[in-house]
Structure formats: structure tokens, C-alpha cells
């Protein structure tokens, strides 16, 4: 007579994955992705009454990005290591060129009057645009302004903008506001 052999009992090994699955679940760390940072205007008060906003065609740089990943700048096609330069001339202005933005002679509180550009940067692009092309030149346009931040900084209070205190940061940031307005992808080869 043959010996029967005992059966192993697996009902506790479902128990023991089900406890590995949920301790790795929870030890584990996912790599989070940022966004874009960009903080929006406040929401409008209901009662206030909606007005056009006129803005001067001098105070506003469109940048387009079409379908190939190519850049215009104004009216220049521009290759997106030259465009951070671009647009610090074009905010900052140095020669008080009519063309460019004009600056207006602005109280702030806690440092005095300052020279503020009211520049806008319009950014456009076509809905086949690359998004490393998009996010290519969405850094560049906030590296010119966090150099210009740096500058006035440096010539105010003598250190970089990062190493500054938050009343400090909030003056800097007044002084060179960052104005980027986006527009909604377009399908160009539709037209």
C-alpha cells in the first residue's frame, strides 16, 4: 500500500502576496513630474464690469511656435539659443528704443519709484508642436526674466534674486513682472 502523501497548504500564500503587494505599495516612491509653474490672475469679482483692455502694439512680443518646432519672434525667425537674449533686450529696453516697450515710472512699496517695463510676452503655437519645442522655449522666456530679476537684484540689494528675503523677492518681482500670456493652439495646416 502506498503512502499518501501530505498536500502543502497554500492558503495563506495568496494572504502573503496580498501583504508584499501592499507593503511595496506603500514604501515605494513614484517620481513625481512638475509642471509648469505659472501662477493665474485672480478670478474677476462678479460684479465688476468686464472692459478691453488696450494694449499698445509696441508693449507686446508674439512668439509662435508652428508645427516644425520653428521660432518667430516678432517678425524674425530666431533659433531658440538667441530668443532668452531677444527677449531680455525687448523687456529691459537699455535704449529707450520707441519700438520696444515703454516703461513707466512706478511707486513700490518698501524700495521707491522703479522703471517698469510693460512689456507682454504673447506666446502662440500650432497644435502640432513638439512639446519639448514648447517647453524649450517656455524656459528660455523664464530664464530672460529670472536674469533680469537677477540683475535688479544685484544692482538694488547686491545679491542674487534666490538669496533674497520674501519683502525682497515681492519688489523684485514687482519691478520685473513676469507677463506671459498664452494663446490656444492652433491647427495651422488646416486654414
Known amino acids: 500500500m502506498a503512502k499518501k502523501t501530505p498536500a502543502i497548504n497554500s492558503s495563506s500564500t495568496a494572504d502573503i502576496a496580498f501583504l508584499l503587494l501592499c507593503y511595496f505599495l506603500m514604501t515605494t516612491t513614484m517620481g513625481s513630474q512638475t509642471g509648469l509653474q505659472r501662477r493665474l490672475p485672480p478670478m474677476p469679482d462678479k460684479n465688476q464690469k468686464v472692459e478691453d483692455q488696450k494694449v499698445n502694439r509696441r508693449n507686446i512680443i508674439v512668439v509662435k511656435i508652428n ?95 534666490e538669496r533674497l528675503s520674501d519683502a525682497q523677492k515681492d519688489i523684485v518681482k514687482k519691478a520685473i513682472p513676469q507677463n506671459i500670456s498664452e494663446a490656444e493652439p492652433k491647427d495651422v495646416a488646416k486654414k
Do not use: M, W
Open 67 to 161: 508645427s516644425a518646432d520653428r521660432i518667430l519672434a516678432g517678425s524674425d525667425p530666431i533659433d531658440i539659443s538667441q530668443l532668452k537674449e531677444k527677449i531680455k533686450i525687448f523687456l529691459s529696453n537699455p535704449t529707450d528704443d520707441p519700438t520696444l516697450p515703454e516703461k513707466v515710472a512706478t511707486d513700490i512699496e518698501g524700495f521707491g519709484t522703479a522703471q517698469v517695463s510693460k512689456g507682454v510676452i504673447s506666446l502662440q503655437n500650432d497644435r502640432g508642436t513638439s512639446y519639448q519645442a514648447y517647453i524649450a522655449v517656455q524656459n528660455e522666456l523664464v530664464a530672460a526674466i529670472n536674469e533680469l530679476r537677477d540683475e535688479f537684484a544685484g544692482r538694488a540689494y547686491g545679491k542674487p534674486f
